[in-house]
């Protein structure tokens, strides 16, 4: 399955479908005579924040905190000590932005564009045009993924739009029976500059200086400043056709066509790159975007889709997962509604909607994130709103993790080097408030980020520890770079991501704090999100050694280890080295309490929310690399029964790839069906509340309300199930769930630097292939069950092997 197809427009922004490049990013609503796209540029944000000299926050006052916040937990007084840590927060990361508005009209006048302030979308709902919907009885829509183009057919108009990442353009190709076509664009941004000149028209627009996120619920949330201090972006559209008019007014610009035409869009802005300020001019920004639009009008509109096709299909088609029995397979697409609503029966009823969102979360990933742009935020690269939820940020306790986790396994390595940018700027920008807070060397991050690399606990002094203190972002983020690593076994990698993996275990070793038995510990400690009951009945999220500390304080030291060893780095970093091997055995094992379940602090085992969304304290299942012991195990999967399944669109994705690395395939089988259910709004309840995930009707993930992470997530969970390589051994199909008993897939990677496809019929392997690339391993052990086999491997030499080849003689 590789299109989404419906036969009515789009209502609202979630039933509009995204294309993008990774840098530019459009909404295709797919009306016929009254179309509406909603623009979007990665690096379009609110800000640079502020960096006060000096701090608000102190050493002195930072220190202090912490040290009665440790005393306060010794006490026993877990709500003064989580009061304590409210002193360290100072402001908050900055918002994506919408960038602009553009509406189509045929056959009609052209409207002027609007003033500003009835462009801003309301904070809770999207803004909408309030043209009625154009249906007709021919009429469909459809996003191709193998192609990357929006297409719309209606009885008089057709249109096919893309954004060109050879040419950095969005095009969009208009048949409307000869009819007047005309452009509108305007947007939220204020509007720096607007002028037209013959087949041209050109608007620069400025982001906001600062816009508050929305849980602080000030009146005035988006701010200017005098003058231009942020992001600004030169958008410039240039028509194709005969008979080309175009005008501008203080609010924007049109564009006026007899007949059919293609519009080409350009924007380049003033960002320079993460972590830094923006240019203080457009000029250039400006002169770049139109040189853009010239040049691909020049190129030709047939050289411009071939070629961006080809750029798509590069990446898209390393890999591929097909699911059904094979003579109800093949087909490219269906309609999305349909597929949905079969699904409401179980996804064992639709298994080519588990198969679309596999292509689609892939599609999604390399449409949001390509090298030289912004990583993929909350929302990946699409937005409407000034003041999106939690400001389409870089959530750092899950959610920006959970985007790039089927970067590596499903062979889209290049679209991780957005992500390793801003690891590199935190690895910067983290140092000041490591050193200023912690006393350490290394570097730190938090709860939050943006493209300014903030790094501070976000706040205002009054928000929750819970999530506002949380000083492992860093840590945890370091295990993508070790990913790379491990899968590809490249040395440059490793040379190049040593000194931000150094830094992570400096502040690792420096906070970790003696105990009296001698083992080492956090306090104070958090597990994102999540708050317990302590013994006197007070609630709080502030205690010591809360596991997911632990646990990603493990990972990351014997990481560290075991690149220095392999790359010949430990020279290089002697003493940090012997340090963390010193330090790696005083880390406490993983707590289980009197009912079986994995502690999330040390000695604490009631929580205020047993059913949390959050599983943090289970990182050590999924996603670290190094498997479970038995009793972890056990003790994992009874606390995920005692979570319960529902949860967010996130939660849903991270609760399967956990119950696959368990191999319980009736637990993931049950977690697909939540998963794939249409989206309601319901009331808060004890069943999950108003987090309740599903799909919105084009397929976005809810968390509610929309985030990509569940989109890209799931797909890093299917892999879990059909190919582990995580302990030390590739393990096939070792969590399939029975409603996907027949199906193929091809271009999974595993560690070691493998190609893996396989098939599989009736729930029983039938074949796999091996392709060893280049650095891969010199042998691997394969496991299917309680059957084993060990390759030899040479780069570039496939092994296939079927069921057969896997004798009893091999079995474990």
């Not at 190709?173 to 947007?187: K, M, N, T, W």
């Not at 080097?417 to 690891?423: I, M, N, R, S």
């Not at 003696?514 to 999220?541: C, K, M, Q, Y």
């Not at 970093?573 to 009197?594: H, Q, R």
Request: glycine residues 8%; negative net charge; charged residues 25%.
């Amino acid at each position: 399955m590789h299109a989404l197809e419906f036969t009515s427009p789009a209502a609202e922004w979630v039933e509009a479908l995204p294309i993008g490049n990774g840098r530019l990013g459009a909404m295709v609503y797919g009306r016929e005579e009254h179309e509406l796209i909603w623009l979007s540029e990665g690096s379009v944000w609110s800000g640079p924040g502020r960096r006060p000299d000096p701090h608000p926050v102190s050493s002195e006052t930072a220190r202090a905190a912490i040290s009665t916040s440790r005393a306060a937990i010794a006490a026993g007084d877990h709500v003064a000590a989580e009061d304590a840590l409210r002193l360290l927060q100072h402001s908050y990361p900055q918002s994506f932005q919408p960038l602009a508005r553009l509406r189509r009209t045929t056959g009609a006048p052209a409207p002027d564009p609007s003033p500003q302030d009835d462009v801003v979308p309301e904070n809770d709902r999207p803004l909408e045009p309030h043209d009625p919907i154009q249906r007709s009885t021919d009429y469909a829509r459809g996003l191709d993924l193998r192609t990357a183009v929006a297409w719309t057919r209606g009885s008089e108009v057709t249109q096919q739009a893309f954004v060109s990442d050879p040419h950095q353009v969005l095009v969009i190709e208009i048949s409307a029976a000869q009819r007047p076509v005309s452009f509108v664009l305007d947007s939220p941004l204020r509007v720096e500059q607007a002028e037209a000149a013959e087949s041209e028209a050109w608007a620069v627009l400025r982001a906001p200086d600062d816009v508050v996120p929305a849980y602080q619920r000030v009146p005035d949330p988006v701010r200017w400043t005098a003058e231009p201090r942020g992001v600004q972006a030169a958008v410039v559209i240039r028509a194709v056709g005969d008979t080309v008019r175009t005008r501008s007014t203080p609010e924007g610009v049109v564009v006026e066509v007899d007949g059919d035409t293609t519009l080409i869009v350009a924007v380049q802005t003033t960002f320079a790159q993460l972590g830094h300020d923006p240019e203080p001019d457009a000029a250039d920004a400006l002169v770049r975007a139109r040189r853009l639009c010239r040049d691909a009008a020049a190129i030709g509109i047939g050289r411009l889709r071939d070629e961006h096709a080809a750029a798509h299909a590069e990446l898209y088609d390393r890999a591929e997962l097909r699911l059904g029995p094979a003579r109800e397979r093949g087909a490219i697409g269906a309609d999305a509604d349909a597929l949905v609503d079969a699904a409401a029966t179980g996804f064992a009823d639709a298994p080519e909607l588990v198969a679309l969102l596999f292509n689609y979360g892939r599609y999604l990933l390399i449409s949001s994130s390509r090298p030289g742009g912004t990583p993929a935020n909350l929302q990946g690269l699409w937005n409407q709103q000034m003041q999106p939820p939690w400001s389409s940020d870089f959530t750092m306790n899950i959610n920006l993790e959970m985007n790039y986790w089927l970067a590596e396994t499903t062979g889209l390595a290049e679209c991780a080097e957005p992500l390793f940018d801003l690891v590199a700027a935190l690895s910067e920008r983290g140092r000041e408030p490591a050193e200023r807070i912690y006393g350490s060397s290394g570097w730190v991050a938090h709860h939050a980020s943006d493209i300014w690399a903030f790094a501070d606990p976000m706040g205002d002094g009054t928000h929750d520890p819970a999530w506002a203190f949380w000083p492992f972002a860093g840590v945890w983020l370091s295990s993508h770079l070790i990913d790379r690593v491990t899968f590809t076994r490249d040395e440059d990698a490793a040379r190049r991501f040593w000194p931000i993996l150094t830094g992570a275990a400096r502040f690792v070793l420096d906070w970790l704090e003696p105990r009296p038995d001698g083992s080492l510990g956090t306090s104070p400690s958090t597990s994102p999100e999540n708050r317990f009951v302590a013994p006197d009945g007070s609630i709080s999220s502030v205690a010591a050694d809360s596991t997911m500390d632990l646990e990603l304080s493990r990972h990351l030291l014997r990481s560290l280890l075991r690149v220095a060893d392999d790359y010949g780095l430990r020279p290089e970093s002697a003493e940090l080295c012997a340090e963390a091997e010193a330090a790696l055995p005083l880390i406490p094992e993983i707590g289980v309490d009197d009912d079986g379940l994995l502690r999330e602090w040390d000695g604490l085992d009631r929580m205020h929310d047993p059913r949390h969304r959050h599983i943090a304290h289970l990182v050590g299942v999924h996603p670290t690399d190094a498997p479970p012991s038995p009793r972890v195990a056990e003790a994992a999967s009874r606390s995920l029964d005692a979570r319960g399944d529902e949860g967010t669109g996130w939660s849903l994705a991270w609760k399967l790839a956990m119950r696959a690395r368990l191999h319980e395939p009736a637990a993931v089988g049950r977690l697909l069906d939540l998963f794939v259910r249409r989206n309601i709004e319901i009331e808060p309840g004890p069943g999950g509340g108003r987090w309740r995930g599903g799909l919105y009707r084009n397929l976005f993930s809810a968390h509610p309300p929309f985030q990509i992470d569940g989109n890209l997530g799931i797909v890093a969970s299917l892999v879990e199930c059909l190919v582990q390589s995580h302990a030390g051994c590739i393990e096939l199909l070792p969590a399939l769930p029975p409603g996907l008993a027949d199906g193929d897939v091809r271009g999974l990677r595993a560690r070691g630097g493998i190609v893996v496809d396989l098939r599989w019929s009736a729930g029983a392997l039938t074949e796999v292939t091996f392709t060893p690339l280049p650095r891969c391993v010199e042998s691997v052990r394969v496991v299917h069950g309680s059957r084993e086999r060990v390759l030899d491997l040479v780069p570039g030499r496939p092994v296939r092997l079927t069921i057969a080849d896997f004798s009893q003689e091999h079995a474990s």
